[in-house]
Structures are given as C-alpha cells and as structure tokens.
C-alpha cells in the first residue's frame, strides 16, 4: 500500500505593515514613545493647518481671477474685421503668427461661428482657447447670461473661460470666449505648497526636539523613581524615598512610592524587632529547661539520684516552662499575622455575649478565689470568634493577675460596649501609652508570668473586627484598671 506524503507546511506569514508598527512602537523606550506621540501630535496640526491655509489661499485667488473675469466687459457682437481659422490649432496661421501677443495679457477674446464652427479673433488678439463640445450652450444664452468654467489654451495651459452669446451680423450668431490665464496663480500655489512643506518640515523636527526635551523634563521623577527601586533591589534597603515636586500624577506617583517604601521599612523595624523581642523572651524558659534537664542528667551520670520530692519539683518547673513555651508560641503565630487584613471567609457574625460568658467561664477556674460580677446584653458583631474570644481572655487574665486575692472582677456587655474592670494595683499614667506594645511589661510586674504579648493581640483582633480598645483606671476614682472594647454592631445577628 503506498501512503501519499503529507502536504508541505505552509511557510509562516510575514507580519502585517501594521503589525510591525505596532511592534515597533511598543519596543521603544517610554521616552521615545513619548517623543514619537508629541512629534506625531504636532506634525499632524501643522499638515492640517497648510493644508487649510493652502486650500483657503487657493480658493481666495482662483476666487478674485473669476470675479475680475465676470466684471470684465462683455463683447455683444463680432467685430466687422476678423481673422478666421477652422480651429484654435490654426489660429497663429490665420493671424500672421502673431497670437502669442495680444492687447491684454490678462484676457484673451475669440468668437466662435455657430454656422461654420471656425474660430475668429479680433486684429490683435491673444492666444487661441481650446473649445469643448459643452461650449456649444452658449449659442442658447440670453443676452446677460454667461458660462465660466475651468479651461485650456490651445497650447495647454491652464485659464479660467467666461462664455457668452454674440451676434455676428453676416456670419451667423457666435459665442464669445474670454479666457484669463491662471498659470501664475498654479505656480503661486505651488511655491506655497513648497514653503508651507519647508516650514511643516522645519516644524516638525522642531517639536521632535521639543518633544525630546519634554520628555526627558517630564520623566526625570520617574527616573529618579526607577533609581530608587534598583537601589532597593540592588541593596535591601527599604526606606529610600525620592523628592516630590507639585500635585500631578508623577508627584502621586512618587508620593505613593515613598508611602510603600516607609511602610516596608516600618515593617521591617517591627519584623526586627519582634524577632529580637521573641528570641529575648524565648531564651529565658529554654534557658530554665536546659538548666533543669542538664541537672537531671548529671544527677543520672553521677549515680546519685536526686530526692523523690526535688526530681517532682523539677518534673513540675519543666511542664510549666514547656506550658509557657507554648502560649508564646501561640501568641507570636497571632501575632505574625497582618495588622490591618482585609474582610477575608474566617469574618462572620458573632455573638460578644457568648463570646463573653465562655471566657468568664474559663477565668473562673484560673482565680478560683476571685469573684465575678457579670452582666451582658445581646451583641452580634463581624469578626474572628476565636480571635475575638482569645482577646476578651486575655482581658480577663490580665485582670485575673493583677487583682488581689478575693477581689471582684466587673464585667459589663451594654450596646456593643464590653468593660472588664478589677480592683487591683492599676497602671501608672506615664505607661499607659505601652500596655498594648509587644513584649511591654510594667517594670512592676517583672517577676509576674507572661510575656507581654496578651494586649498587644487584644488589640490586633479588635482591630481586625473593626473595632477599638482602651486600657485606663477606673472611672471612678477607685483602685483597679479598666479596660473597653467598643464592636459595631447590632443587639440582633444581620
């Protein structure tokens, strides 16, 4: 069986005369197409403008040669004395060879003879007209009736022709024919065109330079921009900004690039330090542990077992330090989330009073000696219920740790308002201003557990619900602290 051979490929198709335009112009520079685009934008004005004002002079000279054609007078009659020929070739011979001069340089006179069709001058006549068959029109023309229309000489150049009727006496009606040469307004117009091309020619390559200038003047910013991010790139050094000059969009533009560069530098600067401060916090219970397990191991090497109640002791120190470890951990997986997300699925309608009720539930078994005064109204707002939980606990053990034994912890829910107040030693005024700072801790509360990080994720969940916290003393000029948590929302879920 023979198999015929597949058909040649087609060879590919050359790209288009616009698609390599296109090609071109987007492989330029920005500066180039910017140049391209006013020089372009110039030189289509300025071929639109001599082409109006070379159409206006035309029409303003071929205007004025018709209006002093009409205004010439009218020959009524063919002179008694004439030259005849039996067509404008064979004028020359009809008139001695003397119809390149005639009386007038500006209009030349003819009559033609409706009976014979020859063509008669006058003694001194100018240069023969070429006649067309559509001439013949003028026979039917009233007296004060002419024609112009755009003609020839019988030697080709150009004129302007007004026809009229004549009488002929004896030789029959004729027309008359007065033409006016027009070759001086075509070379006008074409030493115009040749000017308003140099000056066009001229003007265009002047907007390319301009538009050159304008162009680089116009980018400079943008390149200063460009510098700053290579920089960037080039260093790491987040936090370059560039100057700003105006309010137009290359100044919003840099403006906008300088707010980036800051807000990553600042980024950054908490990324860095909260590093810092993690690894501070997560030495000293790894220190601890390592201390304890180093001891255990040397009590095993040495063969002297430690005491049943030491070896408990420890075994309990290192489930607390493993406990604490834990929780910071925990805190700084909070933590490393964005300040300020967008609304993202795990934003939904909560209920704050059950929020509240489970967390009062659970500090209850962390102060079992202490007492809590609840009162809550229904509240729903749009958040992260486990985030919105942990930071009304940690509320809550906040208080829990600083109130005094058997003391009372108020907690209030009234319109989207949650208030956890205890009775303990309050804070300082001049610290107020760091209680929700990472890794913060009072100087007085050193030697208390926690790593500083409980308010700062308060803070950054309520935030996240679009709400806001504050921590001050209590309102009422007594002992404690007071903390708000103030949530938008409704007393009926949405």
């Known amino acids: 069986m023979s198999t015929v051979p597949p058909p ?58 018709r209006t002093e054609l009409l205004d010439a007078p009218t020959p009524r009659a063919v002179p008694s ?83 009229s009727a004549a009488q002929g006496h004896n030789l029959g009606p004729a027309i008359a024919m007065v033409a006016t040469p027009t070759k001086s307004v075509e070379d006008s117009l074409q030493g115009l065109a040749v000017l308003l091309g140099a000056v066009s020619l001229g003007g265009i390559l002047l907007a390319a330079v301009a538009g050159r200038l304008v162009a680089h003047s116009s980018l400079k910013p943008v390149d200063q921009l460009t510098d700053a991010v290579e920089h960037i790139a080039r260093t790491e050094e987040v936090g370059t900004t560039i100057p700003v000059h105006g309010d137009d969009e290359i100044a919003r533009l840099s403006t906008s690039f300088n707010s980036m560069s800051t807000a990553l530098a600042n980024s950054r600067e908490r990324q860095t330090r909260l590093i810092a401060d993690a690894g501070h916090e997560l030495r000293t219970p790894l220190t601890s542990l390592r201390t304890n397990v ?27 330090q493993m406990q604490e470890l834990t929780v910071l951990i925990g805190d700084l997986l909070q933590l490393s989330r964005p300040d300020t997300p967008k609304a993202g699925p795990n934003l939904t309608v909560v209920a704050l009073h059950e929020i509240a009720g489970r967390a009062v539930e659970r500090a209850k078994l962390r102060g079992p000696g202490l007492v809590f005064e609840v009162s809550t109204e229904p509240w729903y707002a749009h958040g992260d219920a486990a985030g919105l939980e942990r930071a009304v606990i940690n509320l809550l053990d906040n208080a829990v740790k600083y109130s005094p034994p058997g003391g009372t912890i108020d907690v209030r829910l009234h319109q989207g308002v949650l208030t956890v107040r205890d009775h303990g030693p309050g804070i300082p005024p001049d610290e107020l201003q760091y209680v929700f700072d990472r890794f913060w801790r009072s100087p007085s509360s050193r030697q208390l557990p926690g790593s500083g990080l409980g308010l700062s994720i308060v803070a950054q969940s309520v935030r996240e619900a679009g709400g806001e916290v504050t921590l001050g003393p209590a309102g009422d000029g007594g002992p404690g602290a007071l903390a708000t948590v103030r949530l938008p929302g409704g007393p009926a879920p949405e």
């Open 8 to 65: 040649p490929l087609a060879p590919p198709r050359a790209p288009g005369r616009r698609a390599r335009a296109v090609h071109w112009y987007r492989s330029r520079s920005l500066r180039g197409r910017l140049t391209f685009l006013s020089a372009a934008a110039v030189a289509v004005a300025i071929a639109m403008s001599a082409l109006a004002c070379w159409f206006i002079v035309e029409r303003q000279l071929y205007g004025q040669v």
């Open 81 to 163: 004395v004439v030259y005849c020929a039996n067509s404008p070739q064979e004028a020359p011979t009809a008139q001695g060879g003397s119809s390149s001069e005639g009386s007038n340089p500006l209009r030349d006179l003819q009559f033609v003879l409706a009976n014979t069709g020859q063509v008669c001058f006058p003694i001194r006549a100018g240069r023969a007209i070429a006649i067309e068959p559509s001439d013949a029109q003028g026979y039917h023309l009233k007296p004060g009736q002419t024609i112009v229309r755009d003609g020839y000489y019988a030697n080709g150049d150009p004129a302007i022709i007004r026809i």
């Open 294 to 320: 180093d001891l255990l191991i040397r009590s095993n090497d040495t063969g002297r077992p430690l005491p049943a109640a030491t070896k408990t002791k420890l075994l309990g120190n290192m489930k607390a």
